[in-house]
């Protein structure tokens, strides 16, 4: 054995703030009979040690192959450094405010060790709010900073002498652990029956699993927010939750147990298992093989799908006969998901037939996160529970500046630093409620990471509620188009400042020049865009209401290329519009009424949709692109052809070719496929006569639209085939969720240019 002494630097990088990774680094220092010091720096963690080698090698190891579970070491850089002769291992703290942000760590779910204790620990035998350093309730629960007991909804339990013990043993995996809590001083479930009598329960799971089988649906409070629960096998019961819900058609999220039993329902690969498995728990959108109730996914080929992350959840496995459960938020139609135990028993148990919270307050609303997984890459559609607040890096000075995010699905940004930090989703703020959680959240945001605002950006749009709620707080307001917020949020998460072609496929989102813009490409960069081409404009007959009614779309298309005869012909697409109806809306066309014009992507996706009798009515938000999609079969290469008149890209050939199709009998599967092999290859020529012009090779795609996963490959492959650098999402979605993260970027661009002059 080597009984040299020696000492050594580690320079750790990546995510090892906030997660408990300090205490960490004591334990195994101690445990490897080490002396010295670790300290947060900016870049992560620094660490001295000094020992034997063999212990240092030991240490090493440990550090590499055992640190907590929401850490992520990026590198590990070990220098040799003077013996200084430390007589033990201590935790250097720096009183920096910076430092304190990092600490507010997203929610983490229960890690294995706790899975452990909760079997063997006497005093957690069964306890379903066990949690340590490495897990548990954190942003959901934080009130204010520095992240301390008192500072949480912890605060009313006092912790009994034994927590109390752990909570101060720099060796136990519970040290400084804020929500630590046991049998004897923790919070509880409590079960509210139908005839709303009411029973403390230290794990409901049993109850809850033997009413789940029987087909009954609970509200259950989960982390950040009340569920609806109920046999994701069971069509009845999952039918039953639809209506009472009056939630036709969103697909609903699932939950299974394990990773064995999801790969016998759904096609899950390398990537798509390990988002499934990650400590941020997020649904993940994986293709169905075998589905769960017909109900539950509702005809679309994908179903959410994610895995127990709380201790009850496990627990509820334990118990349960079926597979699988829904779980779904807990709100009435479009509100946020509910938080507070009152409103749960007020306004949810009309949905449910038992509701189950728990005595500590959720302070901080989350929903699932959703990611789905496209060119191997994991990729949000909602970013919230798991992922929030974790700030993300630009190479711009953000400080002082508030982005307010777009309107349908909202999220805001605040600008720390160099960093920006985004709200949770929020949702849609036509919604009163969600409006008020909105500047709530606003204002929680503010105090928690000390932010005033000195600068605002928001979208160019004034009717949007975040452009006037931005206006109100009276302070100097940059307004940003919609479409080029997209491009600059995706340029922001991929650290790109310079020229690009952006490509913005998306719903709506208000032009410079007063109209609808949606399917755009641009040539910018952070401070300026150039509108180089776009889609071919229609009027929108209805304005909002086509979002509902996607029919309408399609016949302002067939209207604009192939005039009133068109409608001579039987189209079974309207076999449901009665002939009064179709003249009026051709009227308004004609007379301009309430015609808005619209480039929109989104609203050419949804024509086609219709047309092809996919979705001639929508429920929810994108429905008619998602089934659209749902449709498109991988094998088929064929396509269809547009044309490129001066700026515009114009549909009159796709049209006309989709229409000969379906005379001719083709599939919808395959005129669907058609349809998107069409719009990769349009990205591709338009993309390619941009560069012939420019010399430029970077290509940015962003909006709503590129949530459609075979579009996103098909384009990704074609644009590398031929040469192009693309870059896409992945940390923020390509939807309007990702708005705010563009605004505060171009807002950062904007402000050092300023100072530069
Ligand atoms: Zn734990
Ligand atoms: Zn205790
Ligand atoms: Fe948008």
């Known amino acids: 054995m080597n009984l040299q002494m020696k000492a050594s630097l580690f320079q750790v990088q990546g995510l090892v703030q906030g997660v408990g990774f300090r205490p960490f680094i004591y334990r195994i220092a101690i445990k490897n009979n080490l002396n010295g010091w670790v300290e947060n720096n900016n870049e992560g963690v620094t660490i001295h040690v000094e020992g034997l080698e063999s212990d240092i090698e030991s240490f090493k190891k440990m550090l590499v192959q055992t640190a907590p579970q929401a850490s992520s070491i990026a590198s590990v850089k070990e220098t040799e450094s003077k013996l200084e002769g430390f007589s033990k291992f201590e935790i250097r703290h720096s009183s920096n405010l910076s430092e304190a942000i990092t600490e507010v760590s997203p929610d983490i779910a229960v890690c294995p060790e706790c899975l452990a204790d909760i079997q063997i620990q006497q005093h957690r035998i069964g306890y379903p709010f066990i949690n340590c350093t490495n897990c548990g309730p954190r942003f959901t629960i934080i009130k204010d900073l520095p992240y301390d007991r008192h500072q949480t909804t912890m605060h009313p339990f006092a912790m009994c002498d034994q927590c109390r013990k752990e909570y101060s043993d720099i060796l136990d995996r519970r040290f400084h652990a804020q929500p630590v809590a046991c049998l004897h001083c923790g919070p509880v479930y409590m079960i509210h029956f139908e005839d709303s009598n009411k029973e403390e329960s230290v794990s409901p799971a049993r109850q809850i699993a033997e009413w789940i089988d029987k087909g009954s649906i609970i509200a259950l409070k989960g982390l950040g927010g009340y569920h609806f629960v109920c046999d994701a096998l069971n069509e009845k019961a999952v039918q039953t939750l639809r209506k009472r819900k009056s939630r036709e058609g969103k697909p609903m999220a699932v939950m299974f147990s394990n990773v064995e039993n999801i790969k016998k329902r759904f096609s899950v690969n390398e990537t798509e298992e390990k988002s499934l498995t990650s400590w941020k728990r997020p649904i993940v959108l994986l293709r169905n093989l075998e589905p769960c109730a017909p109900s539950v996914s509702n005809g679309m080929h994908t179903t959410g799908v994610l895995m127990p992350y709380m201790p009850l959840h496990h627990q509820l496995f334990q118990f349960l006969k079926t597979e699988a459960i829904v779980l779904t938020s807990g709100n009435v139609s479009d509100e946020p998901v509910t938080i507070s135990d009152e409103e749960a028993l007020k306004n949810l148990n009309t949905i449910a037939d038992y509701i189950v919270s728990y005595n500590r307050e959720i302070y901080n609303r989350t929903d699932d996160s959703v990611v789905f997984v496209a060119d191997g890459k994991e990729r949000l559609l909602r970013r919230s529970r798991g992922y929030v607040p974790s700030p993300m890096k630009l190479s711009l000075n953000t400080e002082g500046i508030f982005a307010a995010g777009a309107e349908l699905v909202n999220t805001f940004a605040i600008g720390k630093g160099t960093q920006a930090i985004l709200s949770q989703h929020i949702g849609d703020l036509k919604n009163a409620e969600t409006l008020a959680f909105y500047e709530e959240s606003f204002q929680r945001f503010s105090r928690l990471f000390r932010f005033a605002p000195s600068l605002i950006a928001c979208d160019l749009h004034p009717d949007y509620l975040s452009t006037q709620f931005a206006r109100s707080l009276g302070i100097e307001t940059i307004e940003i188009q919609h479409h080029h917020a997209h491009i600059a949020s995706c340029m922001a998460e991929n650290g790109i400042d310079e020229k690009v072609i952006g490509v913005a496929l998306d719903g709506t989102g208000l032009g410079d020049d007063g109209s609808i813009w949606g399917g755009e490409f641009f040539v910018c960069d952070l401070m300026d865009y150039e509108r180089a081409f776009y889609f071919d404009p229609v009027p929108l007959p209805g304005g909002d209401k086509v979002t509902h009614e996607p029919w309408r779309t399609a016949v302002s298309y067939l209207y604009k290329y192939f005039g009133k005869d068109i409608f001579a012909e039987k189209l079974s697409f309207l076999d449901g519009v009665d002939a009064k109806h179709l003249e009026v809306v051709l009227q308004a066309i004609d007379l301009k009424i309430n015609c808005p014009l619209s480039s929109g992507a989104g609203r050419l996706f949804d024509a086609v949709a219709a047309l092809t009798g996919i979705c001639t009515r ?41 229409l000969k199709d379906l005379k001719m009998g083709v599939s919808v599967s395959e005129i669907s496929t058609k349809f998107h092999n069409t719009m990769a290859l349009l990205v591709l020529t338009v993309a390619k006569n941009i560069r012939k012009a420019t010399a430029i090779n970077k290509i940015v795609l962003s909006g709503g639209t590129f949530q459609n996963r075979y579009l996103l490959e098909k384009s990704i492959f074609i644009l590398r085939d031929s040469g192009f650098e693309v870059f896409t999402h992945q940390k923020v979605p390509s939807n309007d969720g990702g708005i705010a993260l563009g605004q505060l970027a171009i807002a950062a661009k904007i402000k050092a240019m300023k100072k530069e002059l």
Request: a neutral charge.
């Open 618 to 658: 929508s429920d929810f938000h994108a429905e008619a692109p998602m089934r659209l999609e749902a449709t498109a079969a991988q094998n088929c290469r064929g396509k269809y052809v547009f044309d490129i008149e001066e700026r515009r890209i114009v549909f009159w050939k796709l049209f006309y070719l989709i």
